[in-house]
């Protein structure tokens, strides 16, 4: 009892502070100027979604990769030399097709009025419920930016090695908490990784295989990991991120704490804080807990330093600015 109402408190708490810091956003922004629009994203998805089931996981991502450098402004959109496109971190960043074809749609119906960075945002909250998560309602209005450097991104994303300390630290840079932090890692309930991003928890012995060097994992997860990802695994091999219910947007990342069994280092480390690892338990005996956090976390994610008003624009192509 003491647990849920702590939590709520925490509840309350971030639900004023996400109405402080979307003051210059607002829920249904294009009621008047484009009423159609959120239904014309969530078709893009949803259509998207039912060719390539990898679609939700592609977009979560993709929201996180935008918002976390020069904040939520499509600048990962732009297409050139040296923009954040080109970064090895953004490489493997899918589902730009889907926010395309979404803005093909709105300029048909709605020209020079949905900013890519608003798609970006809404197809990301779309994916969440389509992969079987809660429905977020989240305000409008963000611009684009027109900066977008290679430069700037490694500074401003999780590298899946990261301490508890390094990620508290980038978290609170963008005005999010601890419990942001346990919360917005569940989005690793859906995905898939490369092999290369975990391959530092493992070692090659003189044999030329690969060998456990992580004691956080869990030894029969690891065995699985090495068959999927043997040495010489092709660069394009991946693997499901949550090895048991990939597909599905659920609290089983959590469970799958517990169990030792998460990809990552920067995951494990959620369960060496006494405080991160109250929360990991919290959640994996309650979704329902961890889907209301996450919409109170959600919103806080896709208001990181959006632009608005004057600043910024409402690009016509979500792959270049209006002025190329």
């Known amino acids: 009892m003491e647990t849920t109402k702590s939590m709520f408190l925490f509840i309350a708490v971030s639900i004023l502070f996400v109405s402080s810091v979307t003051a210059n956003l607002a829920f249904d922004f294009y009621a008047a ?38 904040g939520c402004d499509a600048s990962l959109m732009l297409q050139g030399n040296n923009t954040e496109q080109s970064d090895p971190g953004n490489r493997s960043v899918g589902g730009f097709s889907v926010i395309e074809t979404a803005k093909r749609v709105l300029e048909m119906f709605c020209p020079g009025t949905v ?23 989240i305000p409008t209005g963000r611009r684009d930016g027109m900066v977008s450097i290679a430069s700037n991104v ?5 590298d899946t090695s990261f301490t508890m300390d390094e990620m508290l630290k980038l978290f609170s840079s963008k005005g999010l908490s601890l419990l942001d932090l346990v919360v917005l890692s569940g989005a690793h309930t859906i995905g898939t990784a490369h092999c290369n991003t975990f391959r530092g928890r493992f070692q090659q012995d003189r044999n030329g295989s690969l060998r456990l060097i992580d004691q956080t994992i869990d030894t029969n997860y690891a065995d699985q990991l090495i068959k999927q990802c043997p040495i010489n695994a092709q660069p394009s091999v991946a693997v499901n991120i949550d090895p048991e219910t990939s597909m599905l947007f659920d609290n089983q990342y959590y469970r799958n704490l517990l169990d030792r069994k998460v ?62």
Do not use: Y
């Not at 608003?118 to 809660?134: Q, S």
């Open 154 to 158: 490694r500074p401003n994303i999780v």
């Open 33 to 70: 100027s484009c009423p159609t629009a959120e239904l014309f994203i969530r078709n893009a998805v949803s259509t998207s979604s039912s060719n390539d089931p990898s679609i939700p996981g592609k977009l979560l991502r993709m929201v996180f990769h935008d918002c976390f450098v020069e």
């Open 115 to 137: 900013s890519c960075a608003d798609i970006i945002a809404l197809a990301a909250r779309d994916a969440v419920e389509i992969a079987g998560g809660p429905r977020v309602q």
């Open 263 to 324: 990809l990552f280092q920067s995951d494990s480390v959620l369960m060496n804080n006494d405080d991160t690892r109250k929360l990991v338990e919290d959640f994996a005996n309650d979704q329902e807990l961890f889907f209301d956090n996450w919409g109170v976390s959600f919103v806080k994610l896709t208001s990181i330093g959006v632009k608005t008003d004057e600043e910024g624009e409402i690009r016509r192509s979500c792959a270049a600015t209006n002025i190329v």
